[in-house]
């Protein structure tokens, strides 16, 4: 069973960053890919960005291209998000999400992972 675990959110003023952390319970994040993705109250939850593991190919959604960035290490095995110039409509749930599998053309919808984490507030103040 991987577990993941997410870490890093509060509360921050607009224009302000923050570092989300997703570190895993498997020896290995080998063949995954890791996903970041965020849910607001009232909202579908919405794919803020991935990475392959072992390619470090990236892939961001277009409301955060440019302003967050997605990165991993190895020792230990964490996902980072690290999350600049943030806006009010920021505002979210994130979680972090991970699978084995995942095709290109698939990876930025939730459905295709089964692993996630319990998700880590973010405030963005205006």
């Known amino acids: 069973q991987v577990q993941l675990v997410e870490s890093g959110g509060g509360l921050v003023q607009a224009g302000g960053s923050l570092r989300l952390s997703c570190a895993a319970s498997?020896?290995?994040?080998?063949?995954?890919?890791i996903a970041w993705f965020r849910q607001a109250p009232g909202n579908e939850r919405e794919f803020v960005a991935a990475?392959?593991?072992?390619?470090?190919?990236?892939y961001y959604g277009e409301s955060v291209k440019g302003r967050f960035t997605i990165s991993r290490d190895s020792a230990p095995n964490t996902v980072y998000l690290q999350m600049n110039s943030l806006k009010p409509e920021d505002t979210a749930v994130y979680y972090c999400?991970?699978?084995?599998?995942?095709?290109?053309?698939?990876?930025?919808?939730?459905?295709?992972?089964?692993?996630w984490g319990q998700g880590t507030q973010v405030t963005v103040s205006s």
């Open positions: 990475i392959r593991w072992n390619s470090r190919h990236t």
């Open positions: 999400a991970g699978d084995t599998g995942v095709i290109l053309s698939s990876l930025r919808s939730h459905v295709n992972y089964d692993y």
């Open positions: 498997i020896r290995s994040f080998n063949q995954y890919t």
